[in-house]
């Protein structure tokens, strides 16, 4: 009976002592600000990249005329007489103008479109300039961004009648995109190191005044979607590459007609870039305090002021500096390497 006793009196000694520690865990280690906690949740991104632009448009139900060694013109059949067309369209791809008496000969190429439609392609290169913020919450992300795309547009050339139709070029070889837009995504895969996140960017974009006509074009949105890999440099530095695919397109409506163009601009994209998240808990403030770990201080947990954003700022054992400082190359020929 009296070990019954004993034994009684032990578990009833855990339980109140289990009691009396409260919700501390193990470490008694502090909570982070509320507000410093909700902004490191926040990830600036910056990048830059490399892409291709397939621009297209179909001619349709509009005559075509091809004079040698001239860009091809557009034109209502109406206008058209045995020596000349009165008015003929041309730079139908930014800010269409007005040509006038422009002669028909035997050298001529006229195509009616209404049976055999025309369709011009031409290859951009981009480089598109995006910084982006987004915040986290479990494994998804919202957020926004704004981003300068120079891009550089080569001929447009006719998938029909290529011997006839001579391929043109805009008049200028170099325009840009500003947009601005919304980010969602989802983590899909998480390692320590790695991530592997698939999101979306659904905005508008600008084009440039002093090349395109803003009152003959109508806009739509734009939708790119992307695969963001992530290579963890410490808990607040990343960096990634985004491959992306993109769709877009324009309304060009013809002045002092009701005829218009779609021009359509699908892309791919590849974007490397750097992410940078605000700590959770703030630097060390003694300054000659070398832990390299997340550590108490008068009651509150601070993080190492040892090492650089980029490393990891509470590393297992040897993570940052896995290499021995004997080895490393600079140190092969030192008597002493420390």
């Known amino acids: 009976m009296t070990r019954l006793k004993i034994t009684l009196f032990v578990i009833l000694i855990s339980i109140a002592k289990t009691f009396g520690q409260g919700n501390l865990n193990p470490i008694g280690e502090s909570q982070p600000n509320f507000f410093r906690k909700l902004l490191s949740n926040f990830t600036v991104s910056g990048s830059i990249g490399y892409g291709l632009s397939f621009h297209s448009h179909e001619i349709s139900g509009v005559s075509l005329i091809q004079n040698k060694g001239q860009q091809p013109l557009l034109f209502d059949p109406s206008f058209l007489t045995p020596t000349n067309i009165s008015v003929?369209?041309?730079?139908?791809?930014?800010?269409?103008?007005?040509?006038?008496?422009?002669?028909?000969?035997?050298?001529?190429?006229?195509?009616?479109?209404?049976?055999?439609?025309?369709?011009?392609?031409?290859?951009?290169?981009?480089?598109?300039?995006?910084?982006?913020?987004?915040?986290?919450?479990?494994r998804y992300r919202i957020g926004g961004g704004f981003s300068f795309e120079p891009y550089f547009i080569g001929s447009y050339k006719p998938n029909v009648f290529k011997s006839d139709i001579e391929s043109f070029s805009t008049d200028f070889a170099l325009s840009n995109y500003i947009r601005w837009?919304?980010?969602?995504?989802?983590?899909?895969?998480?390692?320590?190191?790695?991530?592997?996140?698939?999101?979306?960017?659904?905005?508008?974009?600008?084009?440039?005044?002093?090349?395109?006509?803003?009152?003959?074009?109508?806009?739509?949105?734009?939708?790119?979607?992307?695969?963001?890999?992530?290579?963890?440099?410490?808990?607040?530095?990343?960096?990634?590459?985004?491959?992306?695919?993109?769709?877009?397109?324009?309304?060009?409506?013809?002045?002092?007609?009701?005829?218009s163009i779609t021009n359509k601009i699908p892309a791919f994209y590849t974007n490397f870039g750097i992410s940078w998240r605000l700590p959770n808990r703030k630097k060390c403030p003694i300054s000659n305090c070398r832990t390299q770990i997340d550590h108490h201080h008068g009651g509150k947990v601070y993080r190492s002021r040892v090492h650089p954003f980029w490393k990891w700022q509470d590393p297992d054992y040897g993570e940052n500096y896995p290499q021995l400082q004997r080895y490393k190359r600079k140190n092969r020929k030192r008597i002493n390497p420390y």
């Open 181 to 259: 837009y919304f980010l969602f995504g989802g983590e899909v895969f998480r390692t320590k190191h790695y991530m592997m996140v698939i999101d979306t960017k659904i905005g508008t974009y600008k084009l440039p005044k002093k090349q395109f006509n803003q009152d003959l074009i109508t806009k739509g949105l734009f939708f790119n979607l992307g695969i963001r890999f992530e290579r963890s440099l410490s808990e607040y530095v990343k960096v990634y590459v985004r491959p992306s695919i993109e769709y877009k397109s324009y309304q060009l409506a013809f002045p002092e007609s009701s005829f």
């Open 88 to 138: 003929t369209y041309k730079n139908w791809i930014y800010n269409p103008a007005v040509v006038a008496d422009v002669p028909v000969d035997t050298s001529s190429f006229l195509l009616g479109t209404d049976s055999i439609p025309v369709k011009f392609k031409a290859l951009g290169h981009n480089i598109p300039i995006n910084i982006s913020i987004h915040y986290t919450f479990d």
